[in-house]
């Protein structure tokens, strides 16, 4: 399994889907297992956490840079770039 294809994924669905990202703040780890579909060992599950918060946390700060950016006359694509991929 590649982790950071799974992250990715596991991110895509939690934006999709309001409700799924409020039970993923109240329970992460309970969300991710059930996404994945698999058991895996805690340490694992938290590393996959960890991934999914941060990627989460930087998509958000690109989504927000981006309407700065719009909002200062199209320098958004330029701010937002720095946290895409």
Do not use: H
Not at 46 to 52: F, L, S
Not at 53 to 78: M, N, R, S, V
């Amino acid at each position: 399994m590649d982790i950071k294809e799974k992250i990715s994924e596991i991110v895509d669905r939690i934006k999709e889907d309001k409700s799924l990202l409020t039970r993923f703040k109240e329970a992460p780890v309970k969300v991710i297992e059930e996404l994945i579909g698999i058991d895996l060992p805690d340490e694992t599950i938290e590393k996959v956490v960890d991934g999914v918060k941060a990627k989460l946390a930087a998509d958000d700060i690109a989504d927000k840079l981006d309407d700065i950016g719009d909002k200062l006359g199209g320098i958004g694509d330029k701010l937002g770039g720095l946290f895409k991929k």
